[in-house]
Structures are given as structure tokens and as C-alpha cells.
T-cell receptor
Framework: GAVVSQHPSWVICKSGTSVKIECRSLDFQATTMFWYRQFPKQSLMLMATSNEGSKATYEQGVEKDKFLINHASLTLSTLTVTSAHPEDSSFYICSAPSWTSGGRELFFGEGSRLTVL | AQSVTQPDIHITVSEGASLELRCNYSYGATPYLFWYVQSPGQGLQLLLKYFSGDTLVQGIKGFEAEFKRSQSSFNLRKPSVHWSDAAEYFC?????????FGTGTRLTIIP
């Protein structure tokens, strides 16, 4: 199946700094990618939809100035957590749709765990 | 608005025993339904999905799920669990490519 890769897998940063997380579709092109956030022992919450060549679409309650999303190419979307604070510590997962023999399917990255000190 | 309920937060099953994880959904039309598995610190892997057709869906790793419209359910089953099945399981519903996830069920396998 299609492969989605995230980098970094783990990141620890100081409060007030910015952190960039990359999401790449390795063997297919994705005009759309989705960013999710998962708190410990909780479900995944959709944060935003990343659109290649245009602005991201944010879900209600997600601060677009806090979580900057850029979809610069058909294989790369980035999430930048700006001026990170401890409450931003979380597991961030991206996904991208691709066609398979079973139809259109979402493929997920391995996730990126952010810890803000 | 679409929603998913997984009533069981944590289930413990003996290795070799059968398993059923419950999932109830709310959606205005015919939903697309999914089951994903997540190992600790990992991303999600699709176990199976239902779009249309046969209501009994076969997935990977010996899992299956049955779509019951009358009960708004999509329960996941496996006849005999293996220790490697220990993980977090998420049911999800979608009307497009945006997925709404349930809160997950953590599966523990005991020898």
C-alpha cells in the first residue's frame, strides 16, 4: 500500500520555540492531507485539512496562527507549532488519501510526539 | 453531525479466546465505516472498512466486522486472539475523507 512518513518521530523543545513536523507521501501524490492530534489515552481529533497550493482548512476551535500548515508540493505537508507551550504537547498524526484496489483509502503516518518543556 | 461511540474503554481477553469490540455510529446517510489499530507510539493501520455491499467485511490479521444498519453498529470480531493483537483499536465513520474517530478500546491479552 501507499506509504506516508512523518518526521521527526519525537521532538522535545523549550516553551516559546517553534517546531516543524513534516508529512510526506513517499510513493504517491496527495493534493490533500489531514492533520490529527491525539492526547494521551484519547482519540484522534482532526485539526485541519491541508490543500496543495492553497490555504489549509481548519476545524472549529483550532488556532490557525498557532498551527501553521503549508502544503508546498504534492508529496509534502508541514505543520508548524508556533510559540509552543506545554499544553501543545501531544501526538500529531497526518494522513493522505490514495487509491487502492479497494477504493480510496486514507494512509497514516507514524505520528510525531511533541513534548514542550 | 457524525459521531462514533466505543462503549468499552478497556477489554482484557485470554490468548486464544474470541474477541468482539463494539462500535456504534451516528450518521445521516449511509456511512463509510472503518476499524484501525494503533500500537503504542505508532500511527494507525487500517484493519478493514465498509463502504457498501456485503455487510460482513473481512480484514487483515483475521479480523472481521459486521455492519448492522438497524443497530447503527459496526462491531469488530476475531475468533481467536494472539498476544500480538494487544493494541488500541479505533472505530471511525466518514461521509467523505474526513474521519471521525471513536475514543478507542484498549485490548490487553493475557496468557
Amino acid at each position: 500500500g501507499a506509504v506516508v512518513s512523518q518526521h521527526p518521530s519525537w521532538v522535545i523543545c523549550k516553551s516559546g520555540t517553534s517546531v516543524k513536523i513534516e508529512c510526506r507521501s513517499l510513493d504517491f501524490q496527495a493534493t490533500t492531507m489531514f492533520w490529527y492530534r491525539q492526547f494521551p489515552k484519547q482519540s484522534l481529533m482532526l485539526m485541519a485539512t491541508s490543500n496543495e497550493g492553497s490555504k489549509a482548512t481548519y476545524e472549529q476551535g483550532v488556532e490557525k496562527d498557532k498551527f501553521l500548515i503549508n502544503h508546498a508540493s504534492l508529496t509534502l505537508s508541514t505543520l508548524t507549532v508556533t510559540s509552543a507551550h506545554p499544553e501543545d504537547s501531544s501526538f500529531y498524526i497526518c494522513s493522505a488519501p490514495s487509491w487502492t484496489s479497494g477504493g480510496r483509502e486514507l494512509f497514516f503516518g507514524e505520528g510525531s510526539r511533541l513534548t514542550v518543556l | 453531525a457524525q459521531s462514533v461511540t466505543q462503549p468499552d474503554i478497556h477489554i482484557t481477553v485470554s490468548e486464544g479466546a474470541s474477541l468482539e469490540l463494539r462500535c456504534n455510529y451516528s450518521y445521516g446517510a449511509t456511512p463509510y465505516l472503518f476499524w484501525y489499530v494503533q500500537s503504542p507510539g505508532q500511527g494507525l493501520q487500517l484493519l478493514l472498512k465498509y463502504f457498501s455491499g456485503d455487510t460482513l467485511v473481512q480484514g487483515i490479521k483475521g479480523f472481521e466486522a459486521e455492519f448492522k444498519r438497524s443497530q447503527s453498529s459496526f462491531n469488530l470480531r476475531k475468533p481467536s486472539v494472539h498476544w500480538s493483537d494487544a493494541a488500541e483499536y479505533f472505530c471511525a465513520v466518514s461521509g467523505n475523507e474526513k474521519l471521525t474517530f471513536g475514543t478507542g478500546t484498549r485490548l490487553t491479552i493475557i496468557p
